[in-house]
């Protein structure tokens, strides 16, 4: 069964500083791997995804994530926070195998960026 | 920009009684999810929907839920008798045909409060 772990509940950075959320996974087949971001009330949009080609994965809003098989990670980064990014980001994967391409989430960091 | 939107935002029921949770996927996707989140957990895959048929649902989608695409735009997620524990945001999503790998893009989201 696959399984997704984000480790961290909760991320402050400061405005301006690195930010990093962290993303482990569980997959016995080639996974497909995604974050995703929620702001308050609304619902979630897609920040990036991996699915088998390049290793290191640009996203919208500066942010990128590096698939690294041995590690089981996929991990989020972005080398500036600004204000604007506080808010829930979620991790997920998706049975490559399967046809209905499910998605199993993570628990979700919440990230805050102090001024 | 095409979105999936979904109605109500905010639902409060009396335990026991039926609630309809609709949504409008994006008009060209063939896929349909429903996802929940209850607060402070993470969210939580319930079913797939596809060529008018479940695909695939998860263990929380017993025989209290049920799903139909009624009239080619619309996609119901229905609880017959709602439990404490249904309180939750349910979400739903829709991608478009080809590879698991592709975006599902989600709306904002249903608050279900159970009383």
């Known amino acids: 069964a696959q399984s997704v772990t984000q480790l961290g509940s909760h991320v402050s950075v400061s405005e301006g500083a690195l930010v990093l959320l962290r993303c482990n996974y569980s997959?016995?087949?080639?996974?497909?791997l995604f974050w995703y971001v929620q702001y308050p009330n609304q619902g979630l949009q897609l920040l990036l995804k991996?699915?088998?080609?390049?290793?290191l994965v640009k996203g919208i809003n500066g942010f990128e994530a590096e698939f690294k098989k041995s590690e089981t990670s996929f991990h989020l980064t972005k080398p500036s926070a600004h204000m604007s990014d506080a808010a829930e980001y979620f991790c997920?994967?998706?049975?490559?195998?399967?046809?209905?391409?499910?998605?199993?989430f993570g628990q979700g960091t919440t990230l805050q960026v102090k001024p | 920009e095409p979105e999936v939107t979904q109605t109500p935002s905010h639902q409060v029921t009396q335990m026991g009684q039926e609630v309809i949770l609709r949504c409008v996927p994006i008009?060209?996707?063939?896929?349909f999810y429903w996802y929940r989140q209850i607060l402070g957990q993470k969210v939580e895959f319930l079913v797939s929907?596809?060529?008018?048929?479940?695909?695939?649902k998860s263990e929380i989608f017993d025989d209290q839920f049920s799903v139909e695409r009624p009239d080619g735009s619309n996609f119901t997620l229905k609880i017959r008798s709602t439990k404490l524990e249904d309180s939750a945001m349910y979400f739903c999503?829709?991608?478009?045909?080809?590879?698991?790998?592709?975006?599902?893009?989600f709306g904002p989201g249903t608050r279900l409060t159970v009383l």
């Open positions: 929907f596809y060529n008018n048929e479940i695909s695939e």
């Open positions: 008009s060209n996707h063939l896929y």
């Open positions: 991996y699915t088998s080609a390049a290793t």
């Open positions: 997920a994967v998706s049975d490559g195998s399967g046809n209905t391409g499910k998605l199993i």
């Open positions: 999503a829709s991608r478009r045909a080809g590879g698991v790998y592709n975006e599902q893009f």
């Open positions: 997959s016995s087949v080639p996974p497909y």
